[in-house]
């Protein structure tokens, strides 16, 4: 991901208007450009000193480096290195030639290559994201083999900026594609100088765990954001922590296994490669030497057990729950509800699908799946919970075609009691209702102003009335909208564009509007409003549903460092919440991380739990 525009005004109106009209290619060329094609160029020429070619869509030949990788897998091609640098910091000396087909070069081959200057944008155009500048359909001569590769730069804590990108220009709709690269001031534009080129890093801690698609994440700045248990943590919009790196290797994966790795192991030694651009992390070190794995035995957390007077309740993001997923992930996660958790007296489920999954015909029960869950709880030593929850109109609310996914309240009928009120289905409303001072649900479980718009093609907030040791506790399940759509925080919009902040913002004034119904009745109403609500605490989201103080987000009682649910690129985030009403006043609140800092995961998500006396 890579874009800026040319050095000649020319070149600038050029890449403008593709960029306008959605392309990255070339136009009417001026005379210094046509002499430029006609001869050979360097690579650094190429690469100029913004994010898009002065080149783009132009031929160019007899364009000399040295291999220093070669990937045969996914984006097929090589990357080359000119070892004679010109003196401009922004311009980067390493490039990738786009081969389609399995390259047949080497790692050391001088090289001769005739192509075309072209600008990938991983993800698409409307993604947002950053463009790759590549040399694509390329002719290539072999001039020598052997040769040394180019010497990598170093990557470390003192060479990347503390400040991660330029405002984009408003004249060019937020972009920093036009804007000269400046690699002292920005750490985007740093690596964005590095494009292409051999870098390393030496022992780096793990970040981000190894996922299913064999990469993971470091970070060069150890002490930047950093929490004890080895991860960085998002802190706000402007705090996106530039140290981060993905991290991929050359070799196959049939070839060289890739590590297994949890947050805050490390990668030992020197990790060397060329640096990339892709579309799911962006700048990315892909490994021809890869460091050593040093696990430290990052050990999932055991949160305390409530008091006999504590009400204990929970939320849990499950990742599409369904009677055929296998009875190992049942197994596992009733374990944690059972032993990390502590069987608290209400859990929330997130992500339960219907009886039978992603088979799209019409079912939207979801009893299988719940007896097969509670069932692995007893069998781990948990309590017999019931369950209560709404069945959605079928792909009415999101998430897996034919999954149905939707909200459930396992609750332990041993500890607290729920108060069941009839009427409740996908489209009937729950209200408020009772006398001062005693606020009671209408419908219970019921849906929370189901026909809003907010909803479509979303799940509705699950509501439900409990009564622990005498007290009315109401408690609010959520599933808001994904951040499908939001442009990366590699975009080459400045800020980026986070539209999906829209919906959850409508959805969070919905849900907002009814908590502060039931205050208007009751001012000391125990209200729990809790669920994945898919953005941070320190979002509009977030303030949406606390406006009035009608709630607070308890994640804010933790350290800074602790306040995480999620890992994402190397991110550690809140996006699961428990908000609480001002009758609340006194609780323990705890992240339980089982699932988000591990290789092995059960969820993606972290469980939250919270103790406190209704």
Do not use: C
């Amino acid at each position: 991901m890579s874009s800026s525009i040319p050095r000649s005004a020319a070149v600038a109106a050029v890449v403008s208007a593709a960029l306008a009209a959605g392309l990255l290619g070339g136009g009417a060329a001026s005379a210094d450009e046509a002499t430029a094609a006609a001869a050979p160029v360097r690579i650094h020429d190429i690469q100029g000193t913004t994010r898009v070619s002065p080149l783009v869509g132009k031929q160019v030949t007899g364009v000399t480096g040295i291999v220093t990788g070669v990937r045969t897998y996914g984006s097929r091609g090589f990357w080359m290195q000119d070892p004679e640098a010109d003196a401009d910091a922004a311009t980067s000396e390493g490039i990738f030639v786009f081969t389609s087909s399995v390259p047949t070069v080497a790692v050391g081959d001088r090289l001769s290559v005739n192509g075309t200057v072209t600008e990938y944008v991983p993800g698409g155009l409307n993604s947002g994201n950053q463009s790759l500048t590549q040399l694509s359909k390329p002719v290539v001569t072999v001039l020598s083999k052997g040769n040394p590769v180019p010497a990598p730069v170093t990557v470390w804590a003192g060479s990347v900026p503390d400040a991660y990108a330029p405002a984009g220009d408003p004249a060019a709709g937020g972009s920093i594609n036009g804007l000269t690269l400046d690699p002292d001031a920005y750490a985007l534009d740093y690596y964005e100088s590095l494009e292409g080129t051999n870098v390393r890093i030496g022992t780096s801690r793990v970040v981000g765990a190894t996922d299913p698609y064999s990469e993971l994440w470091v970070t060069v700045k150890p002490f930047e954001n950093d929490n004890t248990r080895g991860g960085t943590v998002y802190g706000s919009y402007d705090s996106q922590n530039t140290g981060r790196l993905q991290i991929q290797q050359l070799a196959p994966i049939a070839q060289q296994p890739f590590p297994k790795a949890d947050v805050g192991d490390y990668l030992a030694g020197t990790t060397e490669g060329p640096l990339d651009f892709n579309q799911f992390g962006g700048y990315t070190l892909v490994a021809r030497t890869l460091g050593e794995h040093v696990g430290l035995g990052l050990e999932r957390e055991v949160t305390d057990r409530q008091h006999k007077n504590e009400l204990a309740v929970a939320t849990y993001n499950v990742e599409n729950l369904d009677p055929s997923d296998p009875q190992e992930k049942f197994d596992a996660l009733a374990k944690a509800v059972v032993e990390n958790l502590a069987s608290p007296d209400i859990v929330a489920l997130e992500e339960i699908q219907d009886d039978n999954g992603a088979k799209n015909d019409g079912t939207v029960t979801a009893g299988e799946t719940l007896k097969k869950f509670t069932a692995a709880i007893v069998a781990a030593g948990g309590p017999a919970y019931e369950w209560r929850s709404i069945d959605p109109e079928n792909n009415k609310d999101g998430g897996e075609p034919g999954g149905n996914i939707r909200q459930v309240f396992l609750f332990n009928p041993q500890r607290v009691s729920f108060v069941d009120r009839p009427g409740g289905n996908a489209t009937t409303a729950t209200a408020v209702t009772g006398t001062k001072g005693d606020a009671h649900l209408t419908v219970s479980p019921g849906r929370i102003d189901p026909a809003n718009s907010a909803w479509e093609n979303s799940r509705k907030p699950l509501a439900g009335e409990f009564v622990f040791r005498g007290r009315t506790v109401l408690v609010v399940a959520n599933h808001f909208g994904s951040k499908g759509g939001d442009e990366s925080i590699v975009s080459h919009h400045q800020p980026p564009t986070r539209s999906s902040e829209t919906k959850r913002l409508l959805q969070a004034q919905a849900v907002n509007a009814f908590v502060k119904d039931v205050i208007a009745l009751d001012k000391q109403a125990d209200v729990l409003v809790l669920g994945d609500i898919n953005d941070f605490e320190f979002s509009g989201t977030t303030q949406a549903l606390t406006d009035g103080g009608a709630l607070f987000p308890a994640v804010k009682s933790l350290p800074l460092s602790e306040r995480y649910s999620y890992v994402y690129q190397g991110n550690s985030q809140v996006l699961d919440q428990i908000l609480t009403s001002p009758g609340v006043h006194h609780f323990e609140y705890d992240s339980v991380h089982i699932n988000a800092e591990f290789a092995d995961q059960n969820s993606d998500h972290d469980p939250q739990v919270l103790r406190f006396r209704p």
